[in-house]
């Protein structure tokens, strides 16, 4: 099978070694705006070769959009314009918005929205990794506005990593990822704020920063130009987890203030049962 | 040489392995108010035998206490008050007040004040790993109130790890702490209460979270009995720097309502500036 991705970055570069890899796909075409990534692309072997992406579309069984999701949401009507019977499968990490630009689309059925929960901090075709996905969870959203044939082939792709596939309508998949991803990345930006801000005069003192540190401050590295189009589509949700994150440092910090021990010591253990869900 | 560790927990038990395997101790002698873990340390061969603190001084020429912080404050005067030639060190997470309550103790000299900038977020004898410790930082506290073959020995034991030493005085580690590791914590505590309490009705969400969030919401398994005591005795410091991170994370919030995606833009690439510190 011939398959085309469009944005050839971390997720794009990643999905492209593994489906070439384990054979699913015989060969990759990779499109993308920026000519440097292609050829970055093409010596890392990522691609078999690159194009525009009308020439892709015609030449694809799959067409995978990787962009940033505010690429994503005008690419998608022009490239299901002109598909026929290929299929066309989205990677991104908002969906509300993609969903109704193609609602009433006439090639609706011919688009699989999906959203492998699987990343790292960094960007570009040099982030791509091996085994990024695997074992990990993928979303389909609305299954139903897809074609039967279409939601085969991409469970059919995600099952070949091998991924686990989870079926939520649109509107839960923005809700949840907003709690499940986008929180942390403005909570690690915030505390690299925090401390950048505070210790720009003392250099050495991030020596002494602990590996706990560092993990909760690693997604402070992660790309704007992916994040502000995720914050700018799922604005409302992600202020909703925002507020409630506020108010629970700030409960915090009125327990400090008060010294009242006590209670900080119960929300500790209240906020341990994270073991039970983090491996 | 016999050291003795008391507290036999995630870092008490990591260096006496990295001790016992890098030759630095002959013998060492576990001491906890908890039969339990002693039991376990010996089955683990952290140890090679437990007894009760104050024989354990007799035996020793070197003590490390690695008790919580609160327990060390009550615990180092007493030990000090024991000791002829022996050297004392804590490997505590604050400085402050331990320094405060030994101050004008006439074995002062003997007492050594350190920080090892490691850890995970597990606690106890079975968390004990061996590598733990290397090529990490220490820090070296008020060095000028420590007699100089106490700070020569205690320079030595970490170099045989290997770990860099860092010197500082008592304040200024506080200070540091609170935001290269205590902060991380109280942010890592909240986010995982934000969402427990969201999603404590859908479990199967959990499968969705990706590793970005489990990095930034590990370290809220940590234990409450080791960090109740580290805000209590930093809680200063630790209101100080959770007031700043507010502040950012209310700034992002204000950005997101108004719209201003420009600004966030701009703010996440100076939070990416926390590249050049973590490597």
Same mark, same amino acid.
């Given at each position: 099978?011939?398959?085309?991705?469009?944005?050839?970055?971390?997720?794009?570069?990643?999905?492209?070694?593994?489906?070439?890899?384990?054979?699913?796909?015989?060969?990759? &075409?990779?499109?993308?705006?920026?000519?440097?990534?292609?050829?970055?692309?093409?010596?890392?072997?990522?691609?078999?070769?690159?194009?525009?992406?009308?020439?892709?579309?015609?030449?694809?069984?799959?067409?995978?959009?990787?962009?940033?999701?505010?690429?994503?949401?005008?690419?998608?009507?022009?490239?299901?314009?002109?598909?026929?019977?290929?299929?066309?499968?989205?990677?991104?990490?908002?969906?509300?918005?993609?969903?109704?630009?193609?609602?009433?689309?006439?090639?609706?059925?011919?688009?699989?929205?999906?959203?492998?929960?699987?990343?790292?901090?960094?960007?570009?075709?040099?982030?791509?990794?091996?085994?990024?996905?695997?074992?990990?969870?993928?979303?389909?959203?609305?299954?139903?506005?897809?074609?039967?044939?279409?939601?085969?082939?991409?469970?059919?792709?995600?099952?070949?990593?091998?991924?686990?596939?989870?079926?939520?309508?649109?509107?839960?998949?923005?809700?949840?990822?907003?709690?499940?991803?986008?929180?942390?990345?403005?909570?690690?930006?915030?505390?690299?704020?925090?401390?950048?801000?505070?210790?720009?005069?003392?250099?050495?003192?991030?020596?002494?920063?602990?590996?706990?540190?560092?993990?909760?401050?690693?997604?402070?590295?992660?790309?704007?130009?992916?994040?502000?189009?995720?914050?700018?589509?799922?604005?409302?949700?992600?202020?909703?987890?925002?507020?409630?994150? &506020?108010?629970?440092?700030?409960?915090?910090?009125?327990?400090?203030?008060?010294?009242?021990?006590?209670?900080?010591?119960?929300?500790?253990?209240?906020?341990?049962?994270?073991?039970?869900?983090?491996?």
């Amino acid at each position: 099978m011939t398959i085309s991705i469009v944005g050839i970055g971390l997720i794009g570069g990643s999905l492209a070694i593994t489906l070439k890899e384990n054979g699913f796909a015989d060969h990759i &075409i990779g499109v993308d705006i920026n000519q440097t990534n292609l050829d970055k692309a093409i010596r890392r072997r990522l691609i078999d070769e690159d194009t525009d992406l009308d020439d892709a579309l015609k030449k694809s069984d799959l067409i995978v959009l990787s962009t940033p999701v505010d690429v994503m949401l005008k690419m998608l009507p022009h490239v299901l314009d002109q598909v026929d019977q290929q299929v066309v499968m989205d990677v991104g990490s908002t969906k509300v918005q993609l969903m109704e630009v193609v609602r009433e689309h006439p090639k609706r059925g011919r688009f699989v929205a999906t959203h492998p929960m699987a990343g790292t901090e960094y960007s570009g075709p040099e982030a791509a990794i091996p085994n990024l996905f695997d074992h990990k969870y993928t979303v389909i959203c609305n299954e139903g506005e897809s074609d039967q044939d279409a939601i085969h082939l991409v469970r059919q792709l995600y099952e070949s990593i091998p991924m686990s596939i989870a079926s939520l309508d649109a509107l839960s998949h923005d809700v949840h990822t907003a709690y499940v991803s986008h929180i942390s990345h403005i909570s690690s930006f915030a505390l690299a704020l925090t401390v950048l801000e505070k210790e720009h005069d003392e250099d050495r003192i991030f020596e002494l920063a602990s590996s706990g540190f560092g993990s909760t401050v690693r997604l402070a590295k992660s790309s704007p130009d992916m994040w502000i189009p995720i914050f700018r589509q799922n604005r409302d949700n992600v202020l909703d987890v925002l507020d409630e994150h &506020i108010n629970q440092l700030a409960r915090f910090r009125s327990l400090l203030i008060k010294k009242d021990y006590e209670t900080f010591y119960k929300l500790i253990q209240e906020s341990n049962k994270i073991r039970k869900i983090l491996s």
